[in-house]
């Protein structure tokens, strides 16, 4: 068997005239996440570490903000889209395991909903994605409510024919 491990990171920062998305949620807040695509923190950090588990480069490089077609883009849909490449890489995700980091808004009653997201994306179990919101106890951006930053660590398997030995 071919286990591999990667870790992903995202951060945006916090903006007027935003929905606030985090791990296909749309969360209540006055302030929404800036970036190129819907700016979903918590999808790109996941998006990374399935993309870096299994060797298939990054967000930037799949779906580069520098592409007009990613404008607005639904980062679920990304997601979705890794996760058939992973199935076509003949991957299996183990588990992937978050941390977002914000001050504001709390998250602890969206977190069930973004486990569903992400799960039913990646066509996986809810038990094979975990979420915990912490915060940064007012040091840095995001401490300052400035921005929302992610990470992921995602694991990877699959099993290989004598023939790729």
Do not use: C
Request: glycine share 10%; aromatic share 4%; net charge negative.
């Amino acid at each position: 068997m071919n286990i591999s491990v990667g870790h992903g990171y995202d951060i945006h920062p916090l903006e007027k005239g935003r929905k606030l998305l985090l791990g296909g949620v749309e969360i209540d807040h006055e302030l929404g996440l800036g970036g190129h695509s819907d700016a979903d923190a918590i999808a790109h950090a996941v998006i990374d570490a399935l993309l870096g588990a299994a060797g298939l480069g990054d967000i930037g490089t799949l779906f580069p903000a520098t592409d007009p077609k990613y404008k607005d883009a639904d980062s679920i849909k990304l997601l979705s889209n890794v996760g058939e490449r992973l199935r076509e890489e003949a991957w299996k995700i183990g588990n992937v395991d978050v941390t977002v980091i914000a001050e504001q808004p709390k998250l602890a009653q969206y977190i069930p909903a973004m486990r569903e997201k992400i799960a039913s994306a990646l066509h996986v179990g809810v038990a094979q994605v975990s979420i915990k919101a912490k915060t940064n106890e007012g040091m840095d951006a995001t401490g300052r409510e400035e921005a929302i930053a992610a990470h992921a660590v995602a694991l990877l398997h699959r099993f290989l024919l004598f023939r790729e030995l």
